[in-house]
């Protein structure tokens, strides 16, 4: 079955880079129109759509904060890495990555990890 | 960018009842490409529609979607006490991908 789950850690400083990995399992990003999203939410806010990489590698980023996400992927290992720098208090969220394939949009959504900035 | 405007903000009713949620997109959403997706306190969120009106597996008959173009609802026909959470829709089909703010749907 589709599974995938987030790492990376709980606490970042102000000023720092965040990196974070979603590890999959249940189907393969090579699969022509697979693709790995990431989204976040503030705590008792709404969910915010970050980033996409697709099977052919193509990557679309929030237009709001681009200058500072990178999304990457490791094929083989099955993992999708976002890196967000510069993190600020505000970016304090639960960070969730999900499968999204072909006109279905996203169908499985990981469980998310916290990560909470502060000095 | 696509902005998604979902209303109301929240819904009382009780449980029986049909809840009728609202999502209107700031410009057209090419192929239809809009999903809604139910979240409960401390769950991942759960896909329930995609393309505005296909359920997703497993998803029961009582939820449905309608609309194009910039206009888009979902429809619960009779809420079950499982149904009380929070709903957003979510369009797929220009990035960057956008969400609305949530419509929550409270037990009256």
């Known amino acids: 079955q589709v599974t995938l789950r987030e790492s990376g850690p709980a606490l970042v400083k102000p000023t720092q880079t965040l990196t974070l990995t979603c590890t999959f399992s249940?189907?393969?990003?090579?699969?022509?129109?697979?693709?790995v999203s990431w989204i976040r939410q503030p705590p008792g806010k709404a969910l915010e759509w970050l980033a996409r990489?697709?099977?052919?590698?193509?990557?679309y980023y929030s237009t709001s904060l681009k200058t500072r996400l990178t999304i990457s992927k490791d094929t083989s290992k099955n993992q999708v890495v976002l890196t967000m720098t510069n993190m600020n208090p505000v970016d304090t969220a639960t960070y969730s990555c999900?499968?999204?394939?072909?006109?279905?949009?996203?169908?499985?959504w990981g469980q998310g990890t916290l990560v909470t900035v502060s000095s | 960018e696509i902005v998604l405007t979902q209303s109301p903000g929240t819904l009382s009713l009780s449980p029986g009842e049909r809840a009728t949620v609202s999502c209107r997109a700031s410009q057209s959403v090419r192929s239809n490409y809009l999903a809604w997706h139910q979240q409960k306190p401390g769950q991942a969120p759960r896909l329930l529609i995609y393309g505005a009106s296909s359920r997703a597996t497993g998803i029961p008959d009582r939820f449905s979607g309608s609309g194009s173009g910039t206009e888009f609802t979902l429809t619960i026909s009779r809420l079950e006490p499982e149904d009380f959470a929070v709903y957003y829709c979510?369009?797929?089909?220009?990035?960057?991908?956008?969400f609305g703010q949530g419509t929550k749907v409270e037990i009256k």
């Open positions: 979510h369009q797929y089909s220009t990035s960057p991908q956008t």
């Open positions: 990489i697709d099977w052919d590698d193509d990557k």
């Open positions: 999900a499968r999204q394939y072909g006109s279905s949009g996203i169908d499985y």
């Open positions: 249940g189907f393969s990003l090579s699969t022509n129109g697979m693709c």
